[in-house]
């Protein structure tokens, strides 16, 4: 494709802005309207380029076949109990979305409960939200439609498999905690958002409000519990705490950091307008989890002077911070990543040991470590559990094996779980055998050693030709990328007799609260350097070479892309850009955008703005002015209901690249951009478009990368 055939966008020169002094344009400013006629016209003219390119090859037929077949596996995932049923998801494979059945026991006969493929034709209404009453007697849940954060809340009976009249509206970002009486339950929603609420607008969330709602009340009778008008970026996050005497509300405003606010709870007493509010915490410094309670005495994981986090017991009746507890305290290298109480009285806790799972039973009482699970090198991806349950069921997987899930009884008394399920994929002579995975450490241009995961076929292993390379990042919200299970990574690995690699770069969670810092704010640039030293490694190590280097990233992870072919054009052969931020001045205008600030920065703030213009994807893109400068073949991923990353960010993004490239004689590699649509960000997203996806992106890699045989 000669970059003069890219459709123009129209540059609105009258759009400058000043930012701390400094002045700049903003051309494309009329791309952040998805309605006007100007911006779907623009989005059609880019899929009537993108689309042809993937979907008209001619190998994108066989690469669909074949994800198909490799994604047509049942999977199962971790069982729970409540009331008399256990219940659990599963798909047959193909299935548009997962399917919830119920039973009378682990080993009676599944019957069908609930299933959202009966809810639409094109598998896009997903069940994104559960809940359920005390007693198990009712199941409130949440539905969203076309990918959105937006969900409605309905009321389903499990013994009449009936739902109630009630629909709840607006409802985002919200748990659904019911109170112990089965009456009713705390929920969060935008009762003034104006306008569209379907994912496709651009309005900012603020002003969520806690209500509470009665069975069988229309959603207007509902009470409501508290509000912060003075605060409109607010955000709550409630729980009913186990003993039911006590609302807990984790109140926070960017993506990390929260309040601990409470009200009292007089179960059976009627909610009938807001509950007084105490304050335990009223500064944004550090991260609070609710675990459990036993009486007054609250149980938090927190990052206080706790950088890999730890336990600690605050009082409400005597909340002073000398007075706080540790029941576990930070440990020296391992991360305290997640934590539940279970069996009444003892904590299962996930550590994460140089980005390993590691699963330990302590006691609630004294802290004191009681047993270590035994665990293969991978993740811990599910754990069920309850305070009040003696039984508990996790959920490993590896890059190699898709999945086995745990049960476990206290009531055994011997610490050995049990396999109650295996997962098994279908594809042809496939063994983890096969493979080999390795966790190297490399450095980055600061000296830091970054761990990676890096995996590929044993007849690889003397690395005498070097292979096609997929290299993943994300780098950012304290999210660490545990070595799991994906098909897509198998894809890679059969069809290209690839090599998958994962560097844990910084921004991540992987080493606790200090990786997450130097990873973020000012700091931000350090994750675009672990990527590029990831790259660097894997080709100064004849994993693979620059033009059989494809670079993928999502979201915050899109924006890592976006950064890394403007730094270093010349370091792959091929980039996707999924759904990323790419306006780092203007993403906090958006949707839940302002919530970012803890990882971007704020704009109102010249050193953040200084820094944010200095890798802000859209601000950097360049005209290559020689062979090295060309950009990698680019493929920019969005979709018209992602509400959590705009898709304006992507639209201008490409108009900016395009037109930087328009003119160049060294821009050879395609850029594109293809917006998908009734799809969003990616929760909830159906089989169907997954896969669709995935051919798109393998037939892009297909065409883009040095490939030498085709499985
Ligand atoms: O925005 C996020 N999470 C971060 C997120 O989704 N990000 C952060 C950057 C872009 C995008 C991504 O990487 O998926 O979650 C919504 C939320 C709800 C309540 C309070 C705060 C935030």
Redesign the pocket.
């Known amino acids: 494709i000669s970059p003069l055939q890219y459709p123009v966008a129209r540059r609105d020169e009258s759009v400058v802005e000043t930012h701390h002094g400094v002045e700049v344009n903003d051309v494309y400013r009329w791309l952040e309207d998805p309605d006007a006629e100007e911006t779907q016209k623009y989005v059609d003219q880019q899929n009537k380029i993108s689309q042809p390119f993937l979907e008209g090859c001619e190998a994108w037929k066989k690469i669909n076949e074949k994800f198909t077949k490799l994604w047509n596996y049942e999977t199962y995932y971790c069982p729970v109990k409540h009331g008399k049923y256990y219940y659990f998801e599963k798909n047959t494979g193909l299935q548009n979305q997962d399917v919830m059945y119920q039973q009378d026991a682990l080993d009676a006969e599944p019957r069908l409960f609930f299933d959202p493929n009966a809810l639409s034709e094109d598998g896009t209404i997903a069940l994104v939200e559960k809940s359920f009453s005390e007693d198990g007697q009712y199941m409130a849940y949440g539905l969203s439609a076309n990918g959105s ?1 937006w969900f409605k809340i309905h009321i389903r009976n499990v013994e009449t498999g009936k739902d109630l009249e009630d629909v709840l509206e607006k409802v985002k ?1 919200s748990e659904i905690s019911w109170t112990k009486d089965n009456r009713g339950f705390f929920y969060c929603c935008y009762p003034h958002q104006e306008g569209v609420t379907d994912g496709s607008e651009t309005q900012m969330n603020e002003n969520q409000k806690l209500y509470y709602h009665y069975l069988g009340q229309p959603q207007e009778k509902d009470v409501l519990i508290a509000e912060f008008p003075e605060e409109p970026t607010w ?1 709550f ?1 409630t729980v009913v705490s186990d003993c039911g005497k006590y609302l807990v509300m984790l109140i ?4 990390r950091d929260n309040l601990i606010y409470y009200a009292n709870l007089e179960p059976e007493a009627d909610i009938t307008s807001k509950l007084p509010i105490k304050k335990i915490i009223e500064k944004f410094e550090c991260d609070y989890e609710y675990i459990t309670n036993n009486g007054s005495k609250m149980y938090f994981r927190t990052n206080k002077n706790a950088s890999n986090y730890r336990i600690i017991m605050i009082d409400f009746e005597n909340p002073r911070e000398e007075n706080w507890q540790t029941l576990i305290p930070e440990h020296a290298t391992d991360v305290l990543d997640a934590v539940r109480c279970v069996n009444e009285d003892k904590l299962i806790i996930h550590y994460l040991h140089d980005v390993k799972s590691v699963l330990q039973l302590h006691s609630l009482q004294s802290g004191e470590l009681l047993h270590k699970f035994q665990l293969d090198m991978g993740s811990i991806v599910g754990l069920t559990g309850k305070r009040k349950s003696s039984e508990l069921f996790y959920q490993f997987s590896s890059f190699l094996t898709p999945g086995i899930i745990y049960h476990y009884d206290f009531k055994w008394n011997n610490f050995t779980a049990k396999v109650l399920r295996e997962i098994k994929i279908n594809l042809e002579g496939y063994s983890p055998s096969n493979y080999k995975v390795e966790q190297v450490f490399y450095e980055s241009k600061d000296a830091t050693k970054i761990p990676m995961f890096v995996v590929y076929k044993n007849s690889n292993s003397e690395k005498k030709t070097p292979r096609p390379c997929f290299l993943y990042g ?1 780098g ?2 304290n ?1 660490s990328i545990y070595p799991s299970f994906s098909v897509k990574d198998v894809m890679f690995l059969d069809t290209f007799d690839g090599v998958i690699a994962y560097p844990n770069i910084r921004g991540g969670g992987e080493y606790g609260e200090k990786w997450h810092n130097a990873g973020r704010l000012l700091n931000k640039q350090n994750v675009f350097n672990d990527f590029q030293a990831a790259a660097e490694f894997l080709i100064a190590n004849n994993y693979t070479t620059k033009d059989r280097l494809v670079i993928q990233g ?6 890592l892309i976006g950064a890394c072919i403007n730094q270093r054009p010349d370091l792959f052969g091929a980039a996707i850009a999924e ?1 990323g ?1 790419m306006d780092m001045l203007r ?1 906090h205008k958006f949707t ?2 302002y ?2 600030c803890s ?2 920065g704020n704009l109102d703030e010249k050193e953040h703005f200084e820094n944010l213009i200095k890798y802000s994807p859209l601000h950097n893109v360049h005209t290559p002015k020689s062979p090295s400068e060309e950009y990698p073949s680019t493929l920019v991923l969005t979709a018209d209901h992602d509400d ?2 705009s898709p304006l960010h992507s639209l201008k993004f490409i108009a900016a690249l395009h037109e930087a490239v328009r003119n160049s004689e060294y821009q050879k590699n395609p850029i594109l951009l293809r917006v998908y649509s009734n799809a969003g ?2 929760s909830g997203k159906p089989t169907s478009k997954i896969i669709e996806e995935n051919a798109d992106i393998f037939t892009f890699m297909l065409r883009s990368l040095n490939i030498d045989k085709v499985h």
């Open positions: 954060d970002f955000q996050q926070s405003k960017e993506c994300y950012g919200f999210c999502a979201s915050n992870g899109g924006l759904v931020v993403f839940i955008g919530a970012w990882d971007f959590r990353v960000h990616g």
